[in-house]
């Protein structure tokens, strides 16, 4: 009896729950898609020199860890249809239904709806899964080639999950269910909210904020103390200023509210506020300008990203509550716009909701915000950790020595590394290219010169610095006896290098000084690891004047024959480690092995990868269901206003034309913001990061990620839109 009541209740309101159940298939689907490529039958064509079981128990992770989002989003659906149901439930309680009964009705219904969810969602998943395998290969430099093929082990945990998270919400149902008092059944649809509601919400929010400017001020005087000087640039100047005078301002602004002026008159008062965030903004913001331009050690950065969050989320809200408050004054005081066509109906239709409005607008334009900022990251970051890690790994072998927690001199000269030669040897690792660097002070006595702002610039000899150029197709160059030339890092800015030349024609050494060569400065790469710590730069020096030098490293690089396999790198790893053991005192060596860092730097990189889009998705799903579902209940809430404008003499054509500007201005006004805030963000991000964008990233990458991005969220918005234009014509429908 129960099964025949439960299906006849899905087929009566399937359409009803079409939301739901699209919302449920996309979930599944993604969940599905991202984990096949951690599923044990995954065997995807890769080198030998790439281990693909790594990404299995990091994938799993992240994505189970962003998928408790998705449990929140089907708990905020189920929610929804309970609202759905509760005048259905009223009646038949009065009608002599039991609750407990009733429960499990709804119960076994949710359950129904999610199983054929289920269905579609792993079906669908595995063709999605194509798209995740292509992106993996794409990372791994590997052809990619179409394999329908169903993945068992994930098909079950997807299963497993969402099943449970089914049976705990419907459970939650249940309890809920059977609580319920009929008068709160009878009046669960509140057609009107208290818009008194709007102000006082708004109000504890900004003495929230308050609280953090307060704090955001005593750490801008803290810093003034450490860090400002005089013989500071004026810009720099200005920024310390800034970010104590705004945040001071803001405090300022509520006192006089608090002090001086009506309750009446806030809505000003909030006009100035949003106002004053725009320069408080551009106050944290500057801070990290400042701190990639001059390189101060600012100790706070991490602080002043969440203050800079902070502040732009409470601008946020200012803005929509501006905007609903102009909404307000426009239908008051505007005549013209208020009574052309049915203006004044959709104004009622808004302005009933302001309160829902403003907040969960600014809850959903702060979401996508983060949503469309994760997308842009994406190419940023992977391109950055792919760009690194081409300069890191240049060679298939790398093996260097740091000096810095060491004060022996007779353990820096003692540097060997013939026991890495002999380990190759045995194990028949044929080596095509390999090349010692001796590194050296330019004057001895800056051997215990440890100071982080002023490290010892490192010279090297010109036949070493030629045979690393050679190795990487670059032409050699030549000095005089008496010149030298500088080797720079390739994230060095273009005035960086040009201040360090302007202030250094001259280099003084043990063996005399020698003078800037015409070539001045090279930031052609041939190796990370030629730098000492905090320089960019390193000096190259003629033969006869290095080798009479202070040596302080030795660098070994290796190019092998043919690629090293993994298990083989993880060999000579660990021997490394047995042979040069890590100590908190004394020389400090490190080896490189390029398969084992492109193995670490792929696996990390396409976690992130897949993590950051899997979680932008679900964040645009969440954002347009819930607009969705609100304004699914709205149509529930006034179909009979729809009626009555019906009867006296709109015809369904006018309505339809209503719904769809109602619906239009709810979903496009967030979504528009959003997008307009993300891409002054994502400007401020470009250009914060174009040194790094410049030297590891194609600007073409980011230009596709964007476009990826603006096609992902229209298709989203027009899948939501479309769906919701339906199913609330049909709710109102006279």
Avoid at 210 to 217: D, R, V
Avoid at 559 to 566: A, G, R, V
Wanted: with cysteine; proline share 2%.
């Amino acid at each position: 009896m129960y099964v025949k009541m439960i299906f006849r209740d899905v087929k009566r309101s399937f359409k009803d729950y079409l939301i739901y159940i699209i919302t449920l298939i996309i979930s599944i689907t993604l969940f599905y898609a991202f984990l096949s490529i951690s599923s044990e039958n995954y065997k995807p064509d890769i080198s030998p020199e790439y281990n693909i079981n790594l990404l299995s128990d990091g994938m799993k992770m992240a994505i189970c860890l962003i998928t408790c989002l998705v449990v929140f989003l089907i708990k905020y659906v189920n929610n929804y249809m309970l609202l759905r149901k509760k005048k259905k439930i009223a009646i038949e309680i009065i009608l002599g239904m039991e609750r407990d009964t009733i429960a499990k009705l709804f119960l076994g219904e949710t359950f129904v709806l999610g199983v054929i969810a289920l269905a579609f969602g792993v079906f669908s998943g595995n063709l999605l899964s194509q798209f995740v395998s292509a992106m993996l290969l794409k990372t791994y430099g590997s052809e990619f080639k179409i394999e329908w093929e169903i993945y068992p082990d994930i098909a079950f945990l997807t299963i497993v999950f969402f099943l449970l998270c089914f049976i705990i919400i419907g459970f939650s149902n249940y309890l809920t269910i059977s609580k319920m008092k009929i008068i709160e059944l009878v009046n669960s649809e509140k057609m009107n909210e208290d818009i008194s509601q709007n102000d006082r919400g708004l109000s504890m929010l900004t003495v929230i904020y308050m609280i953090i400017m307060l704090y955001a001020t005593s750490v801008g005087i803290s810093n003034y103390n450490l860090y400002y000087s005089n013989g500071f640039p004026l810009v720099v100047r200005s920024m310390f200023w800034s970010i104590i005078l705004f945040p001071f301002l803001n405090i300022l602004v509520m006192l006089i509210k608090l002090i001086v002026l009506r309750k009446g008159n806030f809505p000003k008062l909030r006009d100035v506020l949003m106002i004053l965030q725009i320069p408080t903004i551009i106050s944290f913001a500057s801070v990290f300008i400042v701190y990639s331009r001059f390189y101060i050690a600012f100790g706070d950065r991490m602080t002043y990203i969440l203050f800079l969050i902070s502040c732009s989320s409470y601008f946020i809200f200012l803005l929509f509550h501006f905007i609903a408050s102009a909404i307000s004054n426009i239908r008051i005081k505007n005549k013209a716009i208020t009574y052309r066509g049915e203006n004044l109906f959709l104004f009622g239709q808004i302005i009933t909701k302001l309160p829902t409005f403003t907040k969960t607008m600014s809850l959903i334009c702060i979401t996508i915000i983060l949503s469309i900022t994760i997308f842009i990251s994406v190419p940023i970051l992977e391109g950055w950790m792919f760009g690194f890690l081409e300069i890191r790994s240049l060679y298939d072998v790398q093996v260097f020595s740091q000096y810095n927690r060491t004060r022996n001199i007779d353990e820096v000269n003692s540097l060997d590394y013939t026991a890495i030669e002999d380990y190759m040897n045995r194990n028949h690792i044929d080596r095509s290219w390999e090349c010692l660097v001796e590194l050296y002070l330019t004057k001895s006595e800056e051997f215990t010169d440890r100071k982080v702002d002023d490290f010892p610039i490192l010279a090297m000899s010109l036949s070493d610095y030629n045979a690393m150029r050679v190795e990487n197709h670059l032409n050699p160059i030549y000095l005089e006896n008496d010149e030298f030339v500088t080797q720079w890092h390739t994230i060095a800015s273009d005035s960086e290098i040009n201040k360090f030349i302007s202030e250094h024609g001259l280099l003084e050494t043990d063996r005399g000084v020698l003078k800037l060569s015409g070539l001045k400065a090279i930031n052609e790469n041939i190796g990370e690891n030629l730098f000492n710590n905090y320089t960019n730069v390193v000096y190259v020096l003629p033969d006869e004047i290095a080798m009479e030098l202070f040596p302080v490293s030795l660098n070994y690089y290796i190019n092998t024959k043919n690629s090293i396999p993994y298990r083989t790198a993880e060999a000579l790893d660990q021997y490394f480690d047995e042979q040069f053991p890590d100590q908190e005192e004394g020389v400090r060596y490190s080896i490189r092995i390029r398969t084992l860092q492109r193995n670490g730097t792929y696996k990390d990189s396409f976690i992130l990868k897949a993590s950051m889009i899997y979680l932008s998705v679900v964040l645009m799903i969440i954002c347009f269901t819930i607009l969705a579902l609100q304004q699914l209940h709205d149509a529930s809430n006034f179909k009979y206003r729809f009626n009555v404008l019906h009867k006296i003499g709109v015809d369904q054509k006018q309505i339809n034309r209503l719904i769809f500007r109602q619906l239009g201005f709810n979903f496009g006004l967030p979504t528009v913001i959003a997008a307009i805030l993300s891409g002054i963000y994502g400007f401020f991000l470009i250009k914060l990061l174009d040194a790094q964008i410049s030297a590891y990233m194609i600007s073409d990458d980011i230009m596709k990620q964007i476009l990826f991005v603006v096609l992902l969220i229209l298709s989203l918005i027009l899948v939501y839109f479309a769906l919701t234009w339906y199913l609330f014509r049909r709710s109102v429908r006279c």
